[in-house]
């Protein structure tokens, strides 16, 4: 079937429309939060404010930035593995987050920051529109190299929606604890994308499977990516932990576990491997999903050997799931999962919602003291206790489980409609259908290597 893939007036004006509703929504209900607006300065001193240094800017600035980093460069570097489809992998990606980010502004304030009338923005407000975002990038991934840029910022307006009304009934109304996401970022996002990319299923994908592998350099590009994720996971887990040990125990059970995570994926990816060598797929996502799994417990009592078992788990099952579930999937359920976010997000998701609930219910006065735990779980009144905790844990991943399947499918749904100028199947998987690309690169042909410039067999 032949898709008309012009968005000369689609995308300009999509974009534009989208941007001055937003204008008019922040001209109506945005203003800065007590930390940002000019009357800092006389204010401070009757909420007890000694100096410029407590302003919460100074406290979250630099998690902001790494979060921030992790969004643009981590996620869309990550992505890049695809042969002819750089530029989109990185400039959509770019795209949805920049919509996504003010859209989650205001869908979040709603939900979190408003106030006589008006959402009242900070630096946490920022990190908060990453976390949303990021929520968004993570199904991006399943459905990458098969949708126009229209239907991407389609799919972002509804997302973040959802997104947000997800995160308030886990946060607020069940008071679940979930610092790094795992149920409110990447169980809900992966699961999301591979409900929209099941009913997007493209019969004759075939068609692009040549584009569909990667190449030398464009691993190599990928694998920037991920560095940037691994290196920058702690702050992403800790960002918005509360000031002191909690941030502190965050940033120590996410980087305990992204490192044991790294020694399983390379053990069992050389082991899966014909000659033991290492399959790049595995290096560049696998060695990710310790930093998912302990989102939910990072701020938690884990222990640093809990990290690591954490860690050491999702290596393993992560690694599995590139090599047999993914094209189990396809094959099967016909879900057409790009960048295999099922194994790096979905499974270690559902881990990380696992290992919050057990750890939750396992909390005591012992290991935390009184207070600790007090301020550790928010508790306010003596009926609290720690298995209620637990079971309130568990009940977030299945909240965000159908929120994820059903909002996947309607926007699904929607996405499948004629009209946002999506690639037919042949023309899945490259660049030149929504950008302009050097000539040389247009008329590239992908050969394989030639077998008699190898050298011989000792």
């Known amino acids: 079937m032949a898709w008309n893939t012009d968005l000369r007036w689609r995308l300009p004006l999509t974009c534009l429309l989208l941007q001055v509703a937003l204008v008019v929504l922040f001209g109506v209900f945005v203003r800065y939060d007590f930390d940002a607006d000019a009357h800092w300065i006389e204010d401070k001193g009757s909420r007890n404010i000694s100096s410029d240094i407590d302003n919460e800017f100074y406290f979250r600035y630099p998690s902001f930035q790494d979060v921030h980093v992790m969004i643009f460069v981590g996620f869309g570097f990550l992505m890049t593995f695809l042969q002819r489809y750089g530029y989109s992998s990185v400039g959509f990606n770019f795209l949805l987050a920049a919509f996504g980010i003010q859209w989650a502004l205001l869908m979040q304030g709603w939900f979190h920051s408003y106030q006589d009338g008006y959402i009242l923005v900070g630096v946490e407000n920022l990190i908060n529109a990453d976390f949303c975002v990021g929520s968004v990038c993570v199904a991006f991934g399943a459905i990458l190299g098969k949708v126009s840029p229209v239907q991407l910022l389609i799919m972002t307006l509804f997302q973040v929606t959802l997104f947000s009304v997800n995160e308030f009934i886990l946060l607020s109304l069940l008071k679940v604890k979930d610092a790094g996401g795992s149920m409110t970022i990447h169980t809900f996002g992966a699961y999301f994308g591979l409900t929209v990319t099941w009913i997007l299923y493209r019969p004759n994908l075939y068609r692009s499977k040549e584009r569909e592998s990667p190449v030398y350099y464009s691993d190599l590009f990928a694998m920037i990516g991920t560095l940037f994720l691994w290196m920058y996971w702690p702050s992403f887990n800790s960002a918005v932990s509360k000031h002191g040990d909690a941030q502190h125990r965050a940033a120590i059970n996410t980087y305990c576990s992204l490192a044991a995570c790294v020694l399983t994926t390379v053990a069992l990816s050389s082991a899966l491997q014909k000659k033991g060598k290492l399959d790049m797929v595995h290096i560049q996502n696998a060695?990710?999903?310790?930093?998912?799994?302990?989102?939910?417990?990072?701020?938690?009592?884990?222990?640093?050997?809990?990290?690591?078992?954490?860690?050491?788990?999702?290596?393993?099952?992560?690694?599995?799931?590139?090599?047999?579930?993914?094209?189990?999937?396809?094959?099967?359920?016909?879900?057409?999962?790009?960048?295999?976010?099922?194994?790096?997000?979905?499974?270690?998701?559902?881990?990380?919602?696992?290992?919050?609930?057990?750890?939750?219910a396992c909390a005591n006065s012992y290991t935390y003291g009184w207070e600790g735990l007090a301020h550790a779980f928010d508790i306010e009144d003596t009926s609290w206790t720690s298995s209620t905790q637990g079971g309130f844990q568990a009940a977030g991943i299945f909240v965000s489980l159908a929120m994820a399947l059903v909002g996947g499918i309607i926007v699904g749904i929607i996405l499948k409609l004629p009209v946002w100028g999506q690639p037919a199947d042949e023309n899945c998987f490259d660049d030149a259908i929504y950008w302009e690309v050097p000539e040389n690169e247009k008329n590239e042909v992908f050969r394989p290597e030639d077998p008699t410039l190898k050298p011989s067999e000792p």
């Not at 310790?290 to 690694?319: H, K, Q």
């Not at 047999?324 to 016909?334: G, K, M, V």
């Open 287 to 360: 060695t990710l999903a310790g930093g998912v799994a302990v989102g939910t417990a990072a701020e938690m009592m884990l222990m640093p050997y809990g990290s690591l078992i954490v860690g050491f788990i999702c290596g393993v099952i992560s690694t599995l799931g590139f090599v047999y579930l993914t094209p189990f999937l396809e094959s099967h359920l016909r879900i057409q999962d790009t960048c295999g976010i099922h194994n790096l997000h979905g499974i270690p998701g559902i881990i990380g919602g696992i290992v919050g609930a057990v750890t939750a």
